[in-house]
């Protein structure tokens, strides 16, 4: 029996709990960790199966230091790109690559790699084995970052391109690539989770509501959870005294949709200043209960074996918080799903969210062809480059280069009812408010799964939001504890 090769939707689901097991790994070690098929994370990348013991970056292989001023100009021959092994990534790198051919003269291999890529890079630099260029997550970046093995690139790419990080890149794209005023990648993707709700229109209009919901009724967001939380409760499904289809489902990505409403309340989950989370605060009461206590109290949502994308697409619940794959994939299963944006949490006032990044090319201090490096980077920092990626998914919903807030000639198919083209206009309208996690707090991964975990304990009535804010700091302040002590074996 031949491979089965991952889907789309394998591939979310792998992302939400692999790459935190991912990073884990890359931080303690050259051997890659086996992914988790977990939600309590992100696209791709938080952890919600992680494993739980703290990570050992003190541990990682030393990574030779960068060199003080870059060899001669080569040829290029033999350069390398690594990247994601995964169908459609590998067909963008390879139109990368021809683009490249076609802009340089210089021919770049593509080497796929199977996940975890920062782990891979960590034991090739120690080898001498390192590509040119890599495609990777800039939130898994952390122990390349201690290993100070990436190539800066504000100067020679950005500044060489006459491109301006903060214009020219959209939404919490940058951030995910910036660590101690550096930048350290390229970004070609944007925050895909946290800020999106699921709605089956068709029940909605069957139900004589859609002049009052969103998006039927022509708004973008709920107006608030009180709002999200009657459709959810009107749409449920119960036979025989049995909820046979729940009517909200808000479980996986947990973190990134938690903090985002922490955020709109006007708290700061993290001060990078300050060295402090503020998780265990009056804010973040009132946000974990808004996100997990109080559904779950009104009976309309309960904890799940699985992700909230799985359970909309399974015909299991009728609303699906945090991840708006359901919307784009959902016609293909028989489900009509379109996206609004969260809840307001103040009255009259958008919502405020933390997105985790996504993709973006980078390249080791020590490559073998910084000519070639940087030449490729500064491709990424074109439209030309960042298309010839985009047409990925058969047109990229969450985008990163701001020339594309119009676009629609990286679609497949660009009719305006196409769900990609629909979707993509509606995460294009909740960019501006979306910042990255930011930095100094130690393993995200870590902290990706703390959240995820407390949520669930929450959903199930184990603990209440009280508790469980202060479980949530407890661990994010443990597992900072360990990074320090970590940081000064490096």
Not at 36 to 60: E, F, L
Not at 199 to 219: I, Q, R
Request: proline share 6%; hydrophobic share 40%.
């Amino acid at each position: 029996m031949g491979e089965k090769k991952p889907t789309r939707r394998d591939f979310l689901k792998f992302g939400a709990g692999a790459a935190g097991a991912a990073f884990l790994a890359a931080c303690g070690s050259g051997v890659p960790a086996t992914p988790a098929a977990s939600g309590n994370g992100g696209v791709p990348g938080s952890a919600g199966s992680a494993a739980t013991t703290a990570p050992a970056a003190a541990a990682a292989t030393a990574v030779p230091a960068a060199a003080s001023a870059a060899p001669a100009a080569d040829s290029g021959a033999g350069a390398v790109l690594w990247g994601l092994k995964y169908d459609p990534h590998v067909e963008a790198y390879g139109r990368l690559a021809d683009l490249f051919k076609k802009t340089t003269g210089t021919e770049i291999k593509v080497e796929p790699q199977d996940w975890p890529l920062e782990t891979k890079m960590i034991a090739a630099l120690a080898a001498g084995a390192q590509p040119d260029v890599v495609c990777i997550m800039g939130k898994v970046l952390l122990p390349l970052h201690l290993q100070k093995a990436l190539l800066p690139l504000t100067e020679a790419v950005f500044k060489a391109k006459g491109v301006d990080p903060v214009k020219d890149f959209v939404g919490d794209a940058i951030g995910a690539y910036t660590y101690q005023n550096e930048i350290w990648g390229v970004p070609v993707e944007s925050n895909q989770v946290g800020q999106v709700v699921n709605v089956p229109v068709d029940d909605v209009k069957a139900a004589g509501l859609a002049e009052k919901y969103p998006p039927t009724n022509g708004k973008l967001y709920f107006e608030s959870y009180d709002d999200m939380w009657a459709l959810a409760k009107a749409l449920q499904v119960t036979k025989d005294g049995k909820v046979t289809r729940w009517g909200l489902s808000s479980k996986g990505w947990d973190t990134q949709s938690y903090l985002g409403i922490l955020r709109s309340l006007g708290g700061t989950w993290w001060d990078n200043n300050a060295k402090k989370f503020g998780i265990n605060s009056d804010a973040g009461i009132q946000a974990m209960k808004l996100f997990a206590e109080t559904p779950v109290k009104m009976g309309i949502e309960t904890e799940l074996d699985q992700t909230h994308v799985d359970a909309a697409l399974a015909g299991k619940v009728a609303i699906a918080r945090g991840n708006g794959t359901p919307a784009v994939q959902g016609l293909d299963l028989g489900y009509h799903f379109e996206l609004a944006g969260a809840p307001r949490v103040k009255p009259g006032v958008d919502p405020l969210f933390i997105g985790e990044g996504g993709w973006g090319f980078a390249a080791p201090a020590k490559s073998k062809h910084p000519d070639v490096s940087l030449k490729f980077l500064q491709m990424m920092c074109t439209e030309e480059g960042q298309m010839a990626y985009a047409q990925i998914y058969s047109g990229l919903l969450g985008y990163a280069w701001a020339g594309f807030k119009n676009d629609t000639k990286r679609f497949k198919n660009d009719n305006p009812n196409n769900p990609n083209v629909k979707a993509s206009k509606f995460y294009t309208g909740l960019l501006s408010q979306t910042q990255y996690y930011g930095e100094g707090y130690g393993y995200i991964s870590q902290i990706e799964k703390a959240g995820g975990d407390t949520c669930s304990l929450v959903r199930q009535g184990k603990i209440d939001s009280a508790t469980a804010v202060k479980q949530f700091q407890d661990l994010c302040e443990a597992q900072y504890k360990q990074f320090l002590e970590d940081s000064k074996k490096v």
